[in-house]
């Protein structure tokens, strides 16, 4: 088990997230077993943490056939949430990199304060 602590970033991103989740939500409830909020909730790290896949959903299944989304179980200030990495398959980078996590959850987080540290959880 690893805890590490990021802080809360809504200022990054362009909600691609959010319009793939809205556009394709049975492809996520299949992969997930439950319904996501649409989106994602941004952590900046400050350091590359690699993501252990749990799961993926294939980007062929989303019209992204050059993309995949990579998930993988963790808990969010003890709350069960889901990291989310985008992986372009060309040169396996995406998203914002390792050093900002991209966190989503069928769990609504009202209370999350940019200028407080939020503990992420991996298993």
Known sequence: MMKITGKY???VGVKDMSKRMNEYPHVFIKACG???????????????VRIKEDFRIHGIDIDEPR??????K???????AFRIRP??????LGGHGDHILEI???HEFTDLDS???HEITFF
């Open 67 to 72: 993309q995949d989304l990579l998930f993988e």
């Open 9 to 11: 970033d809504d200022n």
């Open 104 to 106: 989503s959850s069928a």
């Open 74 to 80: 963790c808990l969010l200030n003890g709350k069960p």
């Open 34 to 48: 439950e319904k996501l909020i649409p989106g994602t909730m941004n952590f900046i790290v400050g350091r590359r």
């Open 115 to 117: 200028n407080e540290n």
């Open 87 to 92: 992986l372009n398959l060309d040169n396996g």
